[in-house]
């Protein structure tokens, strides 16, 4: 401001007075600044060599925890991402276009939504208020390193825990490198299991010798039948183009019947029928289908003379008494002396008994078949029953090692794509829980021992007193009964220092004690491969800078270890983009096809060519002897002497039946609680990633499904909100009324945030306000979806 | 709006500086309170000599007035023991997480209601052509409230200077150019901003710049000839 001509006087002698004019003169920043339109500490002189740049379309990929791992190509212009296109390459059978499904698409929503996590925050109120305050990088990582050596040094490594987080798939995802970090640091207690697969993964090799019990997707085209049992991949995904292979079999003439106790997409837009079941009664209509073939000779009694043990009182182990193989159990010649006929099948999962008849027929005599299962079942109660229970009938059917078959059980398959990954370095610490029991070690990890599932030593010498939570929802909202699992979470004696990477607040962030803000996918250069089933691999090249002071979770693992002083060795003197050249080195000697690093760097994607699909078990089937299963017997294990020596309660040596604790009217609590509560996959979701997104709310909003019968005799009209809740918590949310899903199950979609209201009160939505800690006899994992609730208009 | 008599000489050139150097105090302030975290420094500057008695911009208008008072009221009361809390409301507010008053163009007037829209790319050019550009760009939103609140601190300091050089032209463009910024930008989303910002503030600091800042600019309107209510995006 100029003193001359009319400037500050004029203004003294007419509006302020001087002593004020330079008060709010200082107040603006000084004359300086209001010279310069707040130059002191807003708008800049603009640097005139920083010229626009054209459009450019930048190749990289949304890798989520659906499964899928999309091809996401971003249109940027000067430094701003204008639009998401997908996969523009040409679209074949043999190497189908990898496309990104409306979770993609939000992707540039999801970069510029403006209650991103900005700046590294502490937190000021108690612990999971959500009260947070911007503090520098600096402060910050200063602050994790200190707690991090002050923890190390006062209870050792096994007091350090780096919380199961996949909200990122991709091979640099953040908590690969927290896992990296902590190893580098001195070591970290481990975690066995998943949330998704515990079960399916710890029962399928019982039987199989392996959980890799899957062929390609490109066989499905052979079968002749598919029951989808529990599988919904048009919803939950399972790898990209995975509804794309179940079509594609369907035009080459496979009856689709999907079994399920929801009408999934899978079941309206795919399948020829859909089976509707009570749910945890899988192993009843396995039962009885087994029943009906025993019954009517329609088994391949040839195929399990040949390849099983188990199945007959002719093939048992030396040893067990009579009365435990399959058949005697299925046929009533066991110990509960209870024939398991379509009739006993009926009262249970409420099928009516002929299409019980005709479906057991359907599936021996139409060949091949194939019994895909979902995982769903296995995060059930005595979740490890029908995935052992699918793998009895594939088996009875012969439908194993064969084109257009399918062994059942995890199913994961054996063909990918090769390519190296981010070093997680050596963990000295042998010590390893199971994941679902971590807050348990949180509140007596001292007390635990391997009734609790714990491996690696006797007892642990510390509770879990420090966690990294990088990237991940597990903390709080994809854990079970969250009401427990925050009161053990806000009582900071216990877990002494939580840090968190994040993208929003979500529940987890809010119980950071420093939260920091993570890159997007978008921001970084990466790389993805298809999760469980498909061979391609995904370069991601960062399209702009990450945003406000985010940054990669390489990058703040890097500045934590310098820290901590080694630096050196986490590093290895290598950027992000250098990891990710390495890992792609392997990809390079694999195939002749690959076009090299830049090349593909450019392309987006790299699919390896194959000239046939891949069938597991093919080589034991032609020659069980040569190629015998990794099993103790060698062959298919229908009865595992294993897991009759584990002698559990709720865990049979051959797959069978077993009444859920909150399963049915057996269980006292279903007086008070007559509703089965589960939480399926909802399209709008990956678990809980997305759930920021305002589209995908507007789409489909988180709501409780319930059906008719049961909303009419509770009052209930559709779009009612009304109150869920049990012994463990309560949840308000607006009701969807239905019939696609059963009388006496509602569903109420995994993945919402939990968002209490001052009485404690989840408005918003999370299945696990309701669930369950107890985990399954087998594996000690997850049985979320076991939950008895009761329903009222709020 | 058109009208026959060009703006600039509806006001004598006293009563023009006056009213610049008036309005580039006020957004000078408010900018400042916007675009940073609250500081101890500003707060007791405020506070000491009751500078809040008096506001730069007069004028017979309830948002001022209320303002006023909020802002004056809360600073005789003034502590630095006042800081944690009013640095927490201006979290809230502002930065997030579980932002309230989301302080950018785009998110109020983009078809998808996110930040770097093409609201964000054409307050970017606006600055550029005076030479200016967002503190770090592509990182940070141009178009954050508290930047295009200095820009206006810029294009009146800048039309003070035409006016002091007698260049006519000059500052007919310069007033020109503020009249466009206003109803291209500024007046199309900022108040629904200082609207939530009202409604969630829990401090009467910030509530108070939430009153000033929409009758500042709202006199800022009157006095360029702009009727406010014009460039409001209509409600249905």
């Not at chain 1, 027929?361 to 029953?385: D, S, V, W």
């Not at chain 1, 978008?522 to 999760?531: I, K, R, S, V």
């Not at chain 2, 998110?107 to 200016?132: I, K, M, P, W």
């Not at chain 2, 009467?204 to 500042?216: E, M, N, P």
Request: hydrophobic share 40%.
């Amino acid at each position: 401001m100029s003193d001359s001509g009319f400037g500050a006087d004029t203004i003294t002698r007419t509006v302020l007075g001087r002593r004020s004019f330079m008060k709010w003169s200082a107040a603006a920043g000084g004359a300086a600044a209001l010279a310069g339109g707040g130059l002191g500490f807003g708008l800049q002189w603009a640097d005139r060599a920083a010229a626009q740049s054209d459009a450019t379309v930048i190749p990289t990929g949304c890798a989520h925890n659906c499964g899928g791992r999309c091809a996401i190509r971003a249109w940027v212009e000067d430094g701003r991402v204008t639009r998401i296109e997908t996969d523009q390459r040409p679209d074949s059978f043999e190497d189908p276009q990898l496309r990104a499904c409306m979770r993609g698409r939000t992707n540039r929503e999801r970069l510029y939504h403006p209650d991103r996590l900005k700046y590294p925050m502490k937190r000021v109120g108690d612990r999971g208020s959500g009260e947070f305050e911007r503090i520098s990088w600096d402060e910050a990582l200063d602050t994790v390193a200190a707690e991090m050596t002050r923890i190390m040094d006062e209870y050792g490594p096994e007091s350090m825990y780096n919380n199961y987080a996949t909200g990122g798939g991709s091979t640099m995802r953040g908590s690969v490198n927290a896992t990296r970090l902590m190893n580098l640091f001195g070591g970290r207690l481990n975690f066995y299991n998943n949330y998704s697969w515990a079960a399916a993964q710890w029962a399928t090799p019982y039987s199989l010798g392996t959980d890799l019990s899957g062929s390609s997707r490109d066989d499905w085209v052979n079968s002749k039948l598919i029951l989808a049992w529990g599988f919904n991949p048009a919803e939950m995904i399972f790898g990209t183009n995975t509804q794309y292979y179940l079509k594609e079999a369907q035009k080459a003439g496979a009856r689709i019947i999907v079994i399920d106790p929801r009408m999934t997409m899978t079941a309206s837009a795919i399948a020829d029928e859909w089976i509707p079941i009570r749910p945890g009664t899988d192993n009843a209509l396995m039962d009885a289908m087994a029943y009906v073939m025993i019954n009517e000779d329609l088994h391949d009694q040839e195929f399990l003379d040949t390849y099983t043990i188990g199945f007959d009182e002719e093939h048992m182990p030396d040893g067990i008494p009579s009365g435990n193989s399959y058949r005697s159990y299925v046929m009533g010649d066991g110990e509960d002396g209870t024939a398991k006929t379509p009739e006993w099948a009926e009262s249970i999962t409420m099928i009516p008994r002929d299409r019980i008849i005709r479906l057991a027929r359907e599936f021996a005599m139409t060949k091949p078949a194939a019994l895909i299962q979902g995982t769903g079942m296995n995060r059930r109660a005595y979740g490890e029953q029908p995935v052992r229970g699918g793998i009895n009938l594939a088996a009875m059917t012969g439908n194993i090692g064969i084109n257009g078959g399918w062994a059942s059980g995890m199913g994961l398959c054996e063909r990918g794509v090769s390519v190296g990954g981010f070093p997680a370095g050596e963990n000295p610490v042998e010590a390893a829980i199971p994941v679902y029991l971590w807050t348990e070690a949180v509140l007596r990890g001292t007390e635990m021992g391997p009734e609790d599932g714990l491996v690696g030593v006797d007892r642990l010498p510390s509770n879990i007193k420090f966690i990294y939570n990088c990237g991940g929802n597990c903390l709080v909202n994809q854990h079970g009964d969250i009401n427990k699992t925050t009161e053990i979470l806000k009582d900071t004696s216990l877990c002494e220092f939580i840090v968190v990477h994040e993208h929003f607040m979500n529940a987890s962030a809010k119980f950071a004690d420093i939260l920091l803000p993570a890159a997007m996918d978008l921001e970084q250069d990466d790389l993805a491969t298809t999760w469980a089933w498909g061979e391609s691999l995904i370069s991601f090249s960062k399209a702009v800078e990450p945003l406000y002071e985010a940054r990669t979770d390489y990058d703040i693992c890097a500045d934590l270890a310098e820290r901590l002083g080694i630096g050196e060795e986490f590093t290895e003197g290598k950027t992000q983009e250098e990891w990710v050249r390495e890992a792609v080195e392997v990809t390079e000697e694999a195939y002749d096809d690959f076009p090299g690093y830049d090349a593909w760097r450019e392309e987006g994607i790299y699919v390896p060519t194959f000239d046939e699909p891949f069938v597991a078990f093919k080589d034991f089937r032609d020659d069980p002897d040569e190629h015998p299963l990794d099993t103790p017997s060698g062959k298919i294990e229908i009865f595992s002497e294993d897991i009759w020596e584990l002698d559990r309660e709720g865990l049979p040596a051959v797959a069978q039946y077993v009444p859920e604790w909150e399963g049915g009217p057996w269980d006292p609590l279903f007086e008070e609680y007559p509703l089965s509560c589960m939480g399926s996959h909802y399209q709008r979701r990956s678990h809980s990633t997305f759930d920021e997104s305002p589209w995908l709310d507007e789409a489909m909003p988180q709501r409780l499904f319930m059906n008719p019968v049961d909303a009419e005799a509770r009052g209930i009209e559709d779009g009612d909100m009304v109150r869920v809740f049990n012994d463990r918590g309560e949840v308000r949310i607006a009701v969807r009324v239905t019939p696609r899903l059963v009388p006496g199950l509602v569903d109420l979609p995994q993945g919402g945030w939990w968002q209490p209201n001052g009485d404690g009160v989840d408005v918003g939505g999370s299945v696990n306000t309701l669930t369950s800690l107890k985990p399954t006899p087998g594996a000690f994992g997850n049985a979320q979806h076991t939950v008895l609730v009761e329903v009222a208009k709020a | 709006m058109s009208t026959t008599e060009p703006v600039t000489t509806r006001l004598s050139p006293e009563r023009w500086a006056t009213d610049l150097v008036a309005h580039s105090l006020a957004y000078g302030f408010l900018s400042r309170a916007i675009y940073q975290e609250p500081d101890g420094g500003l707060l007791r500057t405020l506070a000491d000599d009751d500078v809040a008695a008096t506001w730069p911009v007069e004028g017979d208008d309830t948002d001022l007035a209320v303002g006023r008072e909020l802002l004056h009221g809360f600073l005789r009361e003034w502590s630095e023991e006042l800081l944690p809390e009013l640095r927490r409301d201006y979290t809230r507010l502002f930065i997030g997480p579980g932002i309230k008053a989301a302080p950018w163009e785009s998110v109020y007037l983009s078809r998808d209601n996110v930040v770097f829209e093409q609201q964000t790319v054409a307050v970017r050019d606006f600055y550029h052509r005076f030479g200016l550009q967002a503190p770090r760009l592509r990182r940070e939103p141009d178009d954050h409230l508290g930047l295009e609140l200095a820009f206006m601190v810029h294009l009146c300091s800048l039309a003070l200077e035409a006016l002091e050089s007698e260049d006519q032209r000059r500052f007919q463009w310069l007033l020109g150019a503020q009249r466009t910024f206003l109803r291209v930008h500024l007046l199309r989303w900022a108040p629904r901003c200082l609207g939530l910002v009202i409604q969630h503030a829990a401090t009467d600091y910030y509530r108070g710049v939430g009153h000033l800042a929409l009758g500042t600019l709202r006199r800022t309107a009157e006095t360029l000839g702009i009727d406010p209510a014009e460039h409001a995006p209509s409600v249905r």
